[in-house]
């Protein structure tokens, strides 16, 4: 792979630029059932000192025995670093008094550590890379941990993280910036996740890091380093560096003197604080631990592990880009999890042309799945749309059953119910139109009606989009339409009219359905309100009530009859799975009036709820 040429990044001063150095040491717990020297438990959230062997608790008289699992997940970790496998490492003793230490010592590895030199290739936002040298990756037992919030005047210690395995993988001094070591660290993490040999899970504490930071005048030699401890998230690592490199800026322009220290950052206030002053490799007294011999590794080892090693993040990024024609931002996105790669390429389907659209499952893996899973805070491993449910949206699509908006309402059904996407499309009337006939009457009625739009546009091509929105809503009701979309346009265009009218022609009569004669002015204003359907049903209702001496049954046959002679609504509307011919009900309906008339016949003026039963009858067959 071309690294690109790194560009210097300086931070201002008062005396001028600086330049930030950055080095890392990453603490990644090996993923193992059992711990690096003993056969108890690694197991996270167990009661404390629960996950406690002889060996880790230092008792005299035991001996370690070696791992195997671990040392195979350290050379494996090695070997998609692009690292050099040692064949022969040492483990030592690192000695230093701490509560939480039972032996006094860590068993470690110094001077011969089972990985040499590597590299890692960093991609950067702004579509640079950065080559971040790994200089060694040693094993070692990891403490346990003191617990100083459990009483007021002492600490206690868990023992059960004790003896868990460790890799430190110790990064060169090739950092100059913190957005620099948050993507170094981000890719390191991707790299263990895909090898299985670390969750990366920061939270746990299960994947870590000491930050060294030193800042100089640009080509000047390194300066003194101050060590950031055990910084568990990749935000905070950021945060710690930007604050240290200003801190330290501000000591040496002001002709103060940096000690090499260990120090904290502390996240609440975004500063670092002073912890002990940094020890040298001498103040730990290295030597070889006596109880273990020599690690000595074939190379036929090694070549046996290389073999069986998963494809990781770079070489998969280049295949997508290569077999799929995705452009490198959309192949890193996808990457980045080794989970979200393989849920795209079940989605994709096959790479000979046979498969889907790849670019289109791409946008629709990275902006509508990962945006939906990010605001409810689940992973792709909880993801309630299946590969295969995505895939059946995308062959829709392609097919052109439905449109893209059609396809963001289908899947928030599926998020949200399930099902089988071609099912769901043909029981909820989701298909859209592509009949040319059933839209060209609308663009040329349109047209018609907006002369004015017709010479702008043809001054200002852009406003062609104006006329698209218009085509689109006198559509509305034939395409793309869901199914909430049809029953609402159902109840509106033909239960609410009708309803409607026939409660403001009762009130126009003064006394319900009998006694008085019609009140023109209101009459107008039923049309106005009632839709399509009034002209018709008032005409009817008219020429029945004039002649009948029932009025109830004159509004039913009004009714059936305005229903009949609208036979292009009435087909439009009978298209819809929810439609109901109410004119087959007519009789129905008179009679239910009919009973209602009876009950307050003594009554000069009917109760409200009485004059409205109209509207619930027309109500529950419509719905």
């Given amino acids: 792979m071309n690294v690109q040429a790194k560009p210097k990044k300086l931070l201002k001063g008062a005396t001028g630029d600086w330049e930030v150095v950055i080095g890392l040491e990453v603490h990644a717990q090996v993923a193992s059932q059992s711990k690096l020297f003993s056969g108890a438990s690694t197991a996270f959230g167990g009661e404390p000192n629960s996950q406690v062997s002889l060996v880790d608790a230092a008792m005299p008289g035991v001996l370690p025995v070696i791992n195997e699992e671990c040392v195979k997940q350290a050379v494996r970790t090695g070997l998609g670093l692009k690292a050099r496998i040692n064949l022969r490492s040492v483990f030592d003793r690192k000695n230093y008094f701490y509560p939480d230490l039972p032996a ?56 059960n993280r004790a003896g868990v395995a460790l890799m430190e993988i110790v990064s060169k001094p090739d950092l100059r910036s913190a957005e620099e070591a948050k993507a170094f660290v981000a890719k390191l993490r991707t790299i263990l996740r895909y090898l299985g040999t670390c969750d990366g899970d920061m939270e746990k504490g299960n994947l870590r890091a000491d930050v060294n930071v030193s800042v100089r005048k640009p080509g000047a030699p390194l300066g003194t380093r101050c060590e950031i401890k055990n910084v568990n998230s990749i935000r905070f690592i ?49 030597f070889p631990d006596p109880d273990l011999l020599p690690l000595e590794l074939t190379a036929a080892y090694v070549d046996d592990l290389k073999r069986q090693l998963p494809e990781l993040p770079d070489e998969k990024k280049a295949r997508f880009t290569r077999d799929y024609g995705l452009s490198a931002y959309d192949a890193g996105v996808l990457v980045a999890e080794r989970e979200t790669a393989d849920y795209f390429e079940a989605v994709a389907g096959r790479r000979d042309g046979t498969g889907r659209d790849a670019k289109a499952a791409a946008n629709w893996v990275i902006n509508e799945l990962t945006g939906r899973l990010n605001k409810e805070g689940k992973d792709i491993a909880a993801s309630p749309v299946a590969a295969a449910q995505l895939g059946a949206i995308l062959d829709l699509i392609a097919g052109g059953t439905i449109s893209g908006k059609i396809a963001k309402e289908l899947f928030e059904i599926c998020w949200s119910e399930g099902g089988d996407p071609r099912v769901i499309v043909e029981a909820r009337g989701m298909k859209q139109v592509t009949d040319l006939a059933a839209i060209e009457p609308a663009v040329d009625d349109i047209i018609v009606r907006n002369p004015e739009k017709v010479a702008q546009a043809k001054a200002k091509p852009a406003l062609i989009g104006w006329f698209v929105g218009q085509v689109m809503k006198a559509q509305a009701q034939a395409r793309n339409l869901t199914t909430e979309d049809r029953r609402q346009t159902t109840d509106a265009s033909f239960s609410c009219p009708l309803s409607v009218g026939f409660r403001c022609l009762s009130s126009a009569r003064r006394e319900s359905l009998w006694g008085d004669s019609l009140d023109s002015h209101r009459i107008r204003r039923c049309k106005r309100i009632c839709g399509p359907l009034a002209p018709n049903f008032f005409q009817q209702a008219l020429d029945m009530l004039n002649a009948s001496s029932s009025p109830l049954f004159a509004i039913g046959g009004a009714m059936r009859a305005a229903i009949i002679r609208c036979g292009r609504e009435r087909r439009r509307l009978a298209e819809n799975p929810y439609f109901i011919d109410i004119s087959e009900q007519s009789e129905f309906l008179a009679r239910r009036l009919s009973r209602s008339r009876r009950a307050t016949s003594r009554a000069r003026r009917p109760h409200r709820s009485r004059r409205n039963i109209w509207c619930r009858c027309a109500c529950e067959h419509a719905s």
Avoid: C, W
Avoid at 115 to 136: F, W
Avoid at 253 to 270: H, M, V
């Fill in 238 to 286: 950021g945060q710690a560096i930007e604050h240290e490199a200003r801190r330290q800026i501000e000591i040496l322009e002001d002709g103060g003197k940096i000690e090499q220290e260990t120090r904290l950052f502390d996240p609440d206030k975004g500063v670092t604080r002073s912890m002990r002053n940094k020890e040298e490799a001498h103040d730990y007294r290295y």
């Fill in 104 to 159: 006094g010592y860590q068993i470690s590895q110094y001077k011969s550590p089972l990985v040499g030199e590597g590299v890692v290739v960093v991609d950067m936002p702004d579509g640079g890379t950065v080559a971040v040298g790994i200089e060694r990756l040693h094993v070692e037992q990891d403490a346990g941990k003191s617990l100083h919030d459990r009483h007021p005047a002492m600490s206690f210690v868990d023992l």
